[in-house]
Structures are given as C-alpha cells and as structure tokens.
C-alpha cells in the first residue's frame, strides 16, 4: 500500500480523499491555489503546498508545480479526484515517468476512452449496443452527409471532452450547417480540438450508468446503476441509486455490458460505463469516464462499499473480486451549488456566515465549506453534496425532505437548496418519470412558476 497520497485536487473531493487515505493510514498532501488557502482540504491533510495562483491554468491545472509538490514531499503516488487532471493522459504519463503512481487507469486507457468515437469501436467490438452515429467528422459538409444518411434529429458532440461543450441538437436540416459550425467551434476553444461525431438522437432517454472497479488483472467488479437523468444543460443536478426504471433483468445486462468493456481494455480502476436506456429498455453505451464521478456517494450508501479506498488498492496492485455487488435500499444525492436556480442556475459564490449542517439516521454530507468560509470565484459551483438513504424510494424521499429544511447556508452566496426543496415536491419527480429533458421541459418550468 501507498505511504503518502498527493491529492491535485480541491474541494469536497479532495475532503473526501483524505478521509480515506487517514483511515488506511496513508499520509496525504494537499495542494492549494492562492485562492484555496483558508479551504478545508488544506487544514485536513497532513502537508499542504501552495502551488500557484487562483486560476486553474496556474494551479490545479498546472503539471510542473503539482509534480514538484509530489517530490518535495515525498508523496509516491498521486489521486487526481474528478475533473482537472483526472482524465488527463499526459499526466498520467508523467507521474509514472517520475515514479509516482498515478491513481486511475494507464494513460493509454485514457487516451482511448476519451476519444468517444474510438471508445464506440470498443463498445461495438464488445459486443456492446451503441447509438447509430459516425465516427470522427473532420469538416462541416462531411458532417451533413452523415446527418442525412443518419435522419434528423441528431446530435453533434466534441469527439474529446464532455460537460455538454461542443454539443448540439439538430432537429431538422434547416439549421444544421449553423449548428455544426458552432459545435465545432466550441469544441476548438473548450478542447483544443475541433474535432466531431454525429448520434442518432434518441427521444426522452434516461441516462443510466455502471460504477465498476476493475484491478487490472482480468477481475472486474460492478456496484449497481445510478440514475442520473435530472440534467440542466447536460450536467447532473440530482443522482439516484438504483434506478426507479431498472428492474433486475436491465441491470445485470448493463452491468455485463460494462464489464465486457472493461475486460475489452484491460481496465484498472475506478471507471463509470454511461447508457443512454430508451422507454422499451434498449440501452446504447455512450461513453466510459475514466475517474470517480461526483456522483459515487450514492453508489456507496446502497453497497456499503468505499470505492475510493477500492480504487486505491486497485492502484496500489491488489486484487479485487467482488463479483456484482448487491444493492441495499434507496439512496438519492442533492447536488448543492452555490447557485439561483431562479435566473438560470447563474453562480452566486460569496462569503457562508451560518452553516447549519443536517444529520440523522441515513444522512451524509460531503462538503469543504464551514462558517466564515468565502467560496471562490474561480471553480466549479459545487459546494455540497447531500446524501440520503432509505429502505424504499418513498422513505429516501421523506428524509431528503426532513434533511434539506435543516440544511442552513446563510451568507452573501446562494444555493440550491430551495430549488431541491421544490423538485422533491414534484409529482412527476416523485412517480419517477424521468429522462434527460424533464427537467429542463417540464419540472423546471413548474417549479420556478410555483
């Protein structure tokens, strides 16, 4: 096992990963931006380095002082949480170069599973359903013969990144040679790549994925779904485990499905198989995300599995065979960002002058913030996450009720909260009738006029 851990994140993760490199007895680094001084990670861990400014280009993006930090510390080996370096192969490559485990899969896993066209040659090779689509298109008049040959509406998406940027729906091809350009341009600023490819556009999808860990000797371990349909602007809001639409048969084929990927690859790791499942229970594998997702604290309250600590020893060359995990229960977690839900989720950091946080039988809160905390201008809004456990669907959402009207974040900052407090009220929500644009077609616009 690892002596020291450098953790090249910030926030609730980097919280997150602390706690369980103490309870290991793994000693952790933290590092910090000037921006990230007076954060929570920085006091909990046992170093703590500053590596650069505020900007993330200057800090957590910044390879050179993060390897830096590595050595002077010591650390031999180095979690990069999600987002940020997680799924950055060169970094990857670097760290094994200076003889420091990197935390995640090789970087040539990476690379493959992040070029989404490549990683559907995978999927098609494993026998693995995939959305009708093309691979890599290269210029705008490509793209529209493939649109055509495909039939409207599809779906234009960056070939390398994700979050929604460079992704455009085209209903019809009246706007598609605007709406290519555009994609490709964003693709370009957001990924330095212009690159890509066209899906056939399923219609009122839900979006489910498979939590697995992988050791990277042939043994493969997979942790139930999650539902992860509520969605505004193609980022998640609000994760369930299991799903309210899976039934066991669905869930042991998309489970099998995630494993012939990873055994396909060889995969070491924490990774997370994501499925778009139409309203007949066909599903289509859409992409492999090669990090702990945000969203794995739901996968945890119905296995009882820590899958940071699983991820860890899978890195550190321990076998893991858990076969197919059973699930216990219902679990729900309330994404809370800094954020008015009322004028288009626009963030709204500032300064937490009272913190009251909920507590109870079935409740966690992964968080970073605590009074006098001042959140900062410069990241990702996420401030929060909110974790309920029931026996049922129906007692996760009573406690969730219970749990977020204790929850208190007084300040110059808004939250979430609210917005949560509603969507639990809502009846579509609560029959569990959802996919990928309910919210933003119908919840929302119901809530906000409530």
């Given at each position: 096992m690892f002596k020291k851990v450098l953790i090249a994140n910030r926030g609730e993760i980097a919280v997150r990963i602390i706690r369980t490199c103490k309870e290991l007895g793994i000693?952790?680094?933290?590092?910090?931006?000037?921006?990230?001084?007076?954060?929570?990670?920085?006091?909990?861990?046992?170093e703590a380095i500053c590596i650069g400014g505020p900007q993330p280009q200057e800090s957590y993006l910044n390879i050179p002082a993060i390897i830096s930090a590595a050595e002077v510390?010591?650390?031999?080996?180095?979690?990069?949480?999600?987002?940020?370096?997680?799924?950055?192969?060169?970094?990857?490559?670097?760290?094994?170069?200076?003889?420091i485990k990197f935390i995640g899969p090789i970087p040539q896993t990476m690379l493959l599973m992040g070029d989404k066209a490549k990683a559907r040659e995978v999927a098609k090779k494993a026998g693995v359903p995939v959305v009708p689509g093309s691979g890599i298109v290269k210029n705008v008049q490509?793209?529209?013969?493939?649109a055509e040959r495909i039939g409207y509406p599809v779906l234009v998406k960056a070939a390398h990144g994700g979050g929604g940027r460079g992704m455009r729906l085209i209903e019809d091809p009246d706007r598609a040679e605007s709406l290519i350009v555009t994609a490709m341009a964003e693709a370009e600023a957001a990924f330095g790549g212009g690159e890509v490819y066209i899906e056939k556009f399923?219609?009122?999808?839900?979006?489910i994925e498979i939590q697995l860990i992988a050791d990277g000797k042939g043994n493969v371990s997979t942790f139930g779904e999650r539902e992860c349909s509520l969605q505004r602007r193609h980022q998640k809001v609000l994760e369930e485990a299991p799903s309210p639409f899976v039934d066991e048969e669905l869930r042991n084929r998309l489970s099998e499905a995630a494993v012939r990927i990873a055994e396909a690859i060889n995969y070491e790791g924490a990774g997370t198989v994501e499925f778009l499942v139409d309203e007949e229970k066909n599903f289509y594998f859409i992409e492999m995300n090669t990090r702990i997702q945000v969203e794995h604290p739901v996968t945890e309250a119905v296995t009882g599995k820590d899958l940071i600590a699983l991820q860890i020893a899978a890195a550190a060359g321990e076998v893991i065979d858990l076969g197919q995990c059973s699930l216990q229960g219902h679990a729900v977690e309330f994404r809370i960002n800094c954020e008015d839900y009322r004028k288009d989720f626009r963030p709204v950091p500032g300064r937490v002058e009272k913190l009251l946080l909920p507590g109870g039988f079935g409740v966690r809160v992964d968080t970073h913030i605590y009074e006098g905390y001042t959140v900062p201008v410069y990241y990702d809004s996420l401030i929060a996450k909110l974790i309920v456990w029931g026996e049922t669907r129906e007692e996760a959402i009573r406690?969730?009720?219970?749990?977020?009207?204790?929850?208190?974040?007084?300040?110059?900052?808004k939250t979430t909260v609210p917005f949560h407090l509603k969507l639990l009220e809502n009846e579509q929500f609560q029959r569990g009738e959802i996919d990928t644009r309910a919210l933003e077609t119908k919840i929302l616009p119901s809530i906000i006029n409530s």
């Amino acid at each position: 096992m690892f002596k020291k851990v450098l953790i090249a994140n910030r926030g609730e993760i980097a919280v997150r990963i602390i706690r369980t490199c103490k309870e290991l007895g793994i000693k952790t680094v933290a590092v910090y931006s000037t921006a990230d001084r007076d954060s929570l990670h920085v006091y909990l861990a046992d170093e703590a380095i500053c590596i650069g400014g505020p900007q993330p280009q200057e800090s957590y993006l910044n390879i050179p002082a993060i390897i830096s930090a590595a050595e002077v510390t010591g650390a031999d080996a180095i979690h990069p949480g999600y987002g940020f370096l997680s799924e950055n192969p060169g970094f990857a490559e670097i760290c094994n170069a200076c003889g420091i485990k990197f935390i995640g899969p090789i970087p040539q896993t990476m690379l493959l599973m992040g070029d989404k066209a490549k990683a559907r040659e995978v999927a098609k090779k494993a026998g693995v359903p995939v959305v009708p689509g093309s691979g890599i298109v290269k210029n705008v008049q490509e793209a529209l013969k493939v649109a055509e040959r495909i039939g409207y509406p599809v779906l234009v998406k960056a070939a390398h990144g994700g979050g929604g940027r460079g992704m455009r729906l085209i209903e019809d091809p009246d706007r598609a040679e605007s709406l290519i350009v555009t994609a490709m341009a964003e693709a370009e600023a957001a990924f330095g790549g212009g690159e890509v490819y066209i899906e056939k556009f399923i219609r009122n999808p839900r979006h489910i994925e498979i939590q697995l860990i992988a050791d990277g000797k042939g043994n493969v371990s997979t942790f139930g779904e999650r539902e992860c349909s509520l969605q505004r602007r193609h980022q998640k809001v609000l994760e369930e485990a299991p799903s309210p639409f899976v039934d066991e048969e669905l869930r042991n084929r998309l489970s099998e499905a995630a494993v012939r990927i990873a055994e396909a690859i060889n995969y070491e790791g924490a990774g997370t198989v994501e499925f778009l499942v139409d309203e007949e229970k066909n599903f289509y594998f859409i992409e492999m995300n090669t990090r702990i997702q945000v969203e794995h604290p739901v996968t945890e309250a119905v296995t009882g599995k820590d899958l940071i600590a699983l991820q860890i020893a899978a890195a550190a060359g321990e076998v893991i065979d858990l076969g197919q995990c059973s699930l216990q229960g219902h679990a729900v977690e309330f994404r809370i960002n800094c954020e008015d839900y009322r004028k288009d989720f626009r963030p709204v950091p500032g300064r937490v002058e009272k913190l009251l946080l909920p507590g109870g039988f079935g409740v966690r809160v992964d968080t970073h913030i605590y009074e006098g905390y001042t959140v900062p201008v410069y990241y990702d809004s996420l401030i929060a996450k909110l974790i309920v456990w029931g026996e049922t669907r129906e007692e996760a959402i009573r406690r969730g009720k219970r749990v977020l009207s204790e929850f208190v974040i007084e300040g110059t900052l808004k939250t979430t909260v609210p917005f949560h407090l509603k969507l639990l009220e809502n009846e579509q929500f609560q029959r569990g009738e959802i996919d990928t644009r309910a919210l933003e077609t119908k919840i929302l616009p119901s809530i906000i006029n409530s």
